[in-house]
């Protein structure tokens, strides 16, 4: 797939740096929508020039926690990864770093990058606007994307926490995997070019919000993180995907929202022994960030600024400790003392209460990884409901309520379908292998099952 991409790197399907490793992720979770099926689309655009294929990604550090990264318009998936191993590079030392990337692509799906700062340690937040596809409530015209939201957070044990969902019934992929197919959708998920309810993929050219007004509104926010936060494209004035007007030369200007939190303030104001600030495969992470396209890195006057006061104001005692500077000014220097808790007033670690207490409620016991973990196994051992009486929302848009698997949360069937797909392989469609066998007969390349 990385050949077909880009015969000339000769890149493989786990190289960080490239949008395979998204891809290929996706289509192990079970999220065929934005999984391989996506490689014709993007071949697509990057021989179209729509995609830069030599991309000079730009990181610009303008608050201690806020950067802005210009992509270049290469690969979202790859803009992607770079962002967020900046943004853990910051957070391990500030807390938590926001990147908000300007002059992207399409990105695939947003769990690639929040499990990746999870993997790290991080609680990752992560969200894209997209061109208008969510039917707007009252009218006959879509105004925004399917504009998703995703966070995930690690556990003490098993793969992290994982939400991704957009903001409308189901994502736009998946009507264009039913249309290639030849299949219909569900009712009352999508509507035709005038506004009304269809089940016909190939009428189907907007999408209801799911919740009502509730989509509708969260599809607004995430406007306001990525569109409007980074001064490009939102609503309407996108470059559309597919359909009408889509052309594979047109650079569509997309935007990402990512944030990357340490877990362990609390646990650290507690006392608890800490899991550590990007507690992953440190070593995994390093080769990760390796692979990645080269990052030019630039601190704003500004920025270098605002990190210089706040370590002159540490330096005077009054302030806590400011990580990755030393009190000149300079960066990449880190003061020794980082025990959150001796900065904060006893009274407020004392009314927290010990982490460890055998008394203390499930939502206050342990590190933050440990509650996740207790979360989720309440969750799961919630009483299930009967065959044939589970409501129709999850069965209708692919979100989980297999018959039998009881109570799951967000991620549960990813991580199911994952292990039977790594197991037994990631089943090909018709469809999508004619479009592989078109791209190797046009790349020289040729998928080994063919």
């Given at each position: 797939?990385?050949?077909m991409?880009?015969p000339a790197r000769g890149?493989?399907?786990?190289?960080?740096g490239?949008p395979?490793?998204g891809?290929?992720e996706?289509?192990?979770r079970?999220?065929d929508t934005h999984?391989?099926?996506?490689?014709?689309?993007?071949v697509?655009?990057l021989?179209?020039g729509?995609v830069n294929?030599?991309?000079?990604f730009k990181?610009?550090?303008?608050?201690p926690?806020?950067?802005v990264?210009?992509?270049d318009h290469g690969f979202?998936?790859?803009a992607?990864?770079?962002a967020v191993?900046h943004a853990?590079?910051?957070?391990r030392e500030?807390?938590?770093c926001?990147?908000?990337?300007?002059n992207?692509?399409?990105?695939?799906?947003?769990s690639a990058f929040?499990?990746?700062?999870?993997?790290l340690?991080?609680?990752?937040?992560?969200?894209?606007?997209?061109?208008?596809?969510m039917?707007s409530?009252?009218g006959?015209r879509?105004?925004?994307?399917?504009?998703?939201?995703a966070?995930a957070a690690?556990?003490?044990?098993g793969?992290?926490?994982?939400?991704?969902?957009?903001?409308?019934?189901?994502?736009y992929?998946?009507?264009?995997?039913?249309?290639?197919?030849?299949k219909?959708?569900?009712?009352g998920?999508a509507?035709?070019?005038?506004?009304?309810?269809?089940?016909d993929a190939?009428?189907?050219e907007?999408?209801h919000?799911?919740?009502?007004?509730?989509?509708y509104g969260?599809a607004?926010?995430v406007?306001?993180?990525?569109g409007?936060?980074t001064a490009?494209p939102f609503?309407r004035?996108?470059a559309?995907?597919?359909?009408?007007?889509a052309?594979?030369?047109?650079?569509?200007?997309v935007s990402?929202?990512l944030?990357l939190m340490?877990p362990?303030?609390?646990d650290?104001l507690?006392?608890?022994?800490?899991?550590?600030a990007g507690?992953?495969?440190?070593?995994?992470?390093?080769a990760?960030?390796?692979?990645?396209?080269?990052?030019?890195?630039e601190?704003?006057a500004?920025g270098r600024?605002?990190?210089?006061?706040?370590a002159?104001a540490?330096?005077?005692?009054?302030g806590?400790?400011?990580h990755g500077?030393?009190?000149?000014?300079?960066?990449?220097g880190a003061?020794?003392?980082d025990?959150a808790?001796a900065f904060?007033?006893?009274?407020?670690?004392?009314?927290?209460?010990?982490a460890?207490a055998?008394?203390?409620p499930?939502?206050?016991?342990?590190?933050f990884?440990?509650?996740?973990?207790?979360?989720?196994?309440?969750?799961?051992?919630?009483?299930?409901?009967?065959?044939?009486?589970?409501?129709?929302s999850l069965?209708?848009?692919?979100g989980g309520?297999?018959?039998?698997?009881?109570?799951q949360?967000?991620?549960?069937?990813?991580?199911r379908i994952r292990?039977e797909?790594?197991?037994?392989g990631?089943?090909?469609?018709?469809?999508t292998?004619?479009?592989f066998?078109?791209?190797?007969e046009g790349?020289?390349v040729?998928?080994?099952y063919?």
């Amino acid at each position: 797939m990385g050949a077909m991409m880009d015969p000339a790197r000769g890149t493989t399907p786990r190289d960080s740096g490239t949008p395979t490793a998204g891809l290929v992720e996706a289509s192990e979770r079970g999220v065929d929508t934005h999984g391989i099926a996506l490689l014709g689309h993007y071949v697509e655009n990057l021989n179209g020039g729509g995609v830069n294929k030599a991309p000079a990604f730009k990181i610009h550090q303008v608050f201690p926690t806020m950067a802005v990264m210009d992509a270049d318009h290469g690969f979202g998936l790859s803009a992607g990864y770079a962002a967020v191993h900046h943004a853990a590079a910051v957070a391990r030392e500030q807390g938590m770093c926001a990147v908000m990337v300007r002059n992207s692509t399409h990105c695939g799906a947003m769990s690639a990058f929040t499990l990746r700062g999870a993997r790290l340690g991080f609680v990752t937040v992560a969200s894209t606007n997209t061109d208008p596809r969510m039917l707007s409530p009252g009218g006959v015209r879509p105004y925004f994307g399917t504009n998703p939201i995703a966070v995930a957070a690690p556990r003490s044990s098993g793969p992290p926490f994982s939400y991704d969902a957009a903001t409308t019934a189901i994502p736009y992929n998946k009507v264009m995997v039913a249309r290639r197919a030849g299949k219909s959708v569900a009712d009352g998920l999508a509507a035709d070019a005038e506004g009304r309810t269809t089940t016909d993929a190939g009428a189907a050219e907007q999408l209801h919000a799911f919740g009502g007004y509730k989509g509708y509104g969260l599809a607004a926010v995430v406007d306001v993180l990525c569109g409007v936060m980074t001064a490009m494209p939102f609503g309407r004035h996108f470059a559309p995907m597919y359909g009408p007007g889509a052309r594979p030369e047109d650079k569509r200007n997309v935007s990402q929202f990512l944030l990357l939190m340490r877990p362990d303030a609390v646990d650290r104001l507690n006392g608890a022994e800490p899991a550590g600030a990007g507690a992953g495969d440190e070593a995994a992470a390093r080769a990760a960030a390796d692979a990645a396209t080269p990052v030019e890195e630039e601190r704003s006057a500004e920025g270098r600024a605002a990190l210089s006061d706040a370590a002159a104001a540490w330096s005077r005692g009054e302030g806590p400790p400011v990580h990755g500077v030393s009190t000149a000014g300079g960066a990449g220097g880190a003061f020794a003392a980082d025990d959150a808790a001796a900065f904060e007033p006893a009274s407020e670690a004392a009314c927290l209460g010990p982490a460890s207490a055998a008394a203390a409620p499930v939502w206050a016991r342990g590190t933050f990884q440990d509650r996740v973990a207790a979360m989720t196994a309440e969750v799961r051992s919630e009483p299930a409901a009967e065959a044939g009486a589970m409501g129709p929302s999850l069965a209708v848009t692919g979100g989980g309520g297999e018959p039998g698997a009881g109570v799951q949360l967000a991620g549960d069937p990813q991580e199911r379908i994952r292990a039977e797909r790594l197991a037994g392989g990631i089943p090909v469609p018709p469809e999508t292998a004619a479009v592989f066998a078109a791209l190797a007969e046009g790349t020289g390349v040729a998928p080994a099952y063919l």
